[in-house]
């Protein structure tokens, strides 16, 4: 893919034509083929700027994932299109007119929208269908950019803009090259018309993205543009070498490929593009690895901030950085959330894979030691481990702990597989009696998941139960029996949404320990941080001796990579010395 872009467009091309003819293989391998089109080769599509083919692939694949809800759109879109295309002759001759009397000649053309953008939006707005589709959208060709701005400065003489609805994506084109400007109006009629302004080579670039530059023939002049979306790509799979994994590799492309992106700028004002939810340290091994390697804190917009901030489009981000010196070993623990992108992770783990091999090898020893003792399993047999890994020696295995090619995290994960167990690693303990009791999130909505769910108090919905969902304005859907009296008595039957039961997840109870400095609010701290991993506090005791407080507590966790997770983040609290599994005797 780094070598030659022909590569991949073929792919695009040849994945494309497999699911225009999906509909001939079995349920099982469709899903499967439809799953990895969206995850995969619609992304990369979208990452290259081929839209046409992006829009084809989402939907096709839309249709095996979710064929009820697919058909459930395909036909609302079906019953409106006479309505619809009144509607937009009407808005397309106003504008029209509006840009003639300003001397602009300009193509207008409504925006056709896709089922699957559609279901998105559904999804995203919590909002039924009627409510997505009233969002009508138009797209105007204009010569050159000058007309652009022309344009849009009559348009929004004409019509009032809503805020923050504007972005200028010629003069800050997006990572992928794309160009327009983008705005929303409100219309003759009141509702909103989105619309977007563009020259035609804009257009060409947005619709086929990187295959518009295509080079084919020797003798022809040099494309600077086209060579410049080869330098990015290439960028953007410069860390691709220092993966093994296959599995990783794939993570790796979701997070610094596929992922939406934030813009942030450098103190120069320069522009720097990373995925969303990107960190300081990500930010500092993208503007140099060097200034990686020694970050040890930042400030945004001027104030400072930790290294796990999670930056936001439109901030000015700084580096603070020492003398010498380099990455902290935790910058690789994913349960702390200080590095986002594929490519710091590898820059870490090279410089980590430089240091002395002793040095790695007593590192590795004492993490993998340390997090074994925290959850219970120090009795395990690390020689059989590292050969599951296939290390040949169990100096080699701790190497690549303390170098960072293998994580504490990914290990956990390992040892919760099923087949762990049966080898004789105890796990944690039998399933809690409380383990399986419903939750609004076991419910599922039929075309709306996502939706805030709450049960009704009026009839008290058990699994089993035949439910029904009702709409409410402001608080999503309030989950009812069936046979519910208040349910009987709904007039307004259009808010009334099909609703199953979803899986009852499994967590088993588990024993921890914290030991702690006494302090204000460390109760609360620890509470809260525990709720928001989504985990139940069976019970809980705390003693305070010689302001040490310890707290002996039930954790109610599905596996131990969660248990992992949880013990990490209380150990990174203030105040917070260690926490633990307890095991009998």
Not at 135 to 144: C, D, F, H, K
Not at 420 to 438: C, H, N, Q
Not at 476 to 505: F, Y
């Amino acid at each position: 893919m780094g070598e030659d872009i022909r590569v991949v467009l073929i792919k695009l091309a040849d994945r494309l034509h497999n699911m225009r003819t999906l509909g001939h293989l079995p349920e099982s391998k469709r899903k499967r083929i439809a799953q990895q089109t969206m995850d995969i080769f619609a992304p990369l599509a979208n990452r290259l700027g081929i839209w046409q083919i992006k829009w084809e692939l989402e939907d096709l694949a839309f249709r095996h994932l979710e064929p009820e809800i697919y058909k459930e759109i395909a036909d609302n879109l079906a019953a409106r299109r006479g309505d619809r295309e009144r509607e937009m002759k009407h808005v397309i001759s106003s504008l029209q007119k509006g840009l003639s009397k300003e001397g602009i000649k300009a193509e207008i053309t409504g925006r056709p929208k896709h089922i699957y953008s559609i279901y998105k939006k559904m999804h995203r707005k919590g909002v039924p269908f009627e409510m997505v589709f009233d969002v009508r959208g138009v797209r105007i060709l204009v010569p050159n950019i000058p007309t652009c701005y022309s344009t849009l400065g009559v348009i929004h003489t004409h019509w009032r803009p809503i805020p923050d609805e504007f972005d200028d994506y010629i003069a800050a084109p997006k990572d992928n090259f794309y160009q327009s400007l983008h705005t929303a109006v409100v219309f003759d009629d009141g509702n909103t018309l989105e619309i977007q302004i563009r020259t035609p080579e804009m257009h060409q670039g947005a619709e086929y993205g990187i295959a518009s530059h295509w080079r084919y023939k020797e003798g022809v002049e040099r494309d600077e543009d086209y060579e410049r979306r080869i330098v990015w790509l290439r960028s953007l799979m410069e860390w691709r070498q220092d993966v093994i994994d296959a599995g990783e590799f794939v993570d790796g492309l979701k997070s610094d490929v596929f992922e939406d992106r934030v813009y942030l700028f450098t103190p120069r004002g320069d522009i720097i593009d990373l995925p969303a939810g990107s960190t300081p340290i990500d930010f500092a091994y993208h503007v140099h690895t060097d200034v990686g390697h020694r970050c040890r804190g930042a400030k945004v917009n001027g104030k400072l901030v930790s290294l796990d901030y999670q930056l936001k489009t439109g901030e000015k981000v700084e580096i603070l950085t020492a003398k010498r010196g380099g990455p902290s070993l935790d910058w690789l623990n994913p349960n702390l959330g200080l590095v986002k992108t594929q490519r710091a992770r590898s820059k870490i783990r090279r410089w980590f894979k430089v240091q002395a091999r002793e040095k790695n090898i007593n590192q590795g020893k004492t993490l993998l030691e340390k997090e074994l003792r925290r959850l219970g399993l120090s009795q395990l047999n690390i020689e059989k481990l590292a050969k599951e890994f296939n290390f040949r020696s169990i100096d080699d295995f701790y190497e690549a702990i303390g170098n960072g090619d293998i994580s504490i995290g990914r290990i956990v994960n390992h040892l919760t597989v099923p087949e762990v167990e049966s080898d004789g690693y105890e796990l944690i303990a039998k399933p809690s009696a409380e383990a399986g009791v419903s939750t609004p999130d076991s419910v599922v909505i039929l075309g709306l998941r996502g939706l805030l769910t709450n049960f009704a108090r009026c009839c008290n919905p058990t699994p089993g139960d035949d439910i029904v969902g009702y709409i409410t304005r402001g608080r999503g859907a309030t989950i009812h029996r069936q046979d519910c009296p208040n349910i009987m008595r709904i007039k307004d039957r259009e808010r009334l949404v099909m609703v199953s039961w979803g899986e009852a997840r499994n967590t088993y109870p588990v024993p921890v320990q914290v030991k702690a400095y006494d302090r204000d609010g460390l109760m609360r701290d620890v509470s809260t941080l525990i709720a928001e991993e989504g985990i139940n506090m069976g019970k809980v005791a705390v003693e305070v001796n010689n302001n040490l407080a310890i707290f002996d507590m039930v954790l109610e966790v599905r596996d131990l990579a969660q248990l992992s997770k949880v013990l990490d983040r209380l150990e990174n609290l203030a105040n917070v010395l260690e926490a633990h599994r307890i095991r009998p005797g």
